[in-house]
């Protein structure tokens, strides 16, 4: 069975607002992958490049990491409706 796709035929709905945060906050995807480490979720650079590039899909649990990094909503993430909660992720 093939797995789903957005409307565009992109594997995930979060790759713009993810790039949008981590400029945002001025991290590279190094940085990032290193504070989602340290938060205990194993994602490296090398994941966040494929999302962001939409050549992977998104768990649940990554969601939840992402979302707890930058303080934003699911919704957020993954529609970008509602904003970011914060501007800064070391608030």
């Known amino acids: 069975m093939p ?7 992109e594997k995930n709905l ?5 790039i949008e945060l981590r400029r945002r906050n001025d991290y590279s995807q190094r940085y990032l992958a290193y ?3 340290l938060a ?4 490296d650079k090398n994941v966040i490049t494929r999302i962001e590039t939409n050549k ?3 768990t649940d ?10 303080h934003v909503s699911y919704d957020y ?3 970008g409706k509602d904003g970011p909660e914060s501007t800064n992720a070391e608030d």
């Open 35 to 37: 504070l989602l480490q």
């Open 56 to 58: 992977r899909y998104v």
């Open 14 to 18: 979060i790759s713009q607002q993810l």
């Open 61 to 70: 649990l990554e969601l939840k990491a992402l979302s707890e990094v930058f």
């Open 3 to 9: 797995r789903p796709r957005a409307q565009t035929g």
């Open 77 to 79: 993430l993954i529609d």
């Open 40 to 43: 205990g979720y194993d994602m």
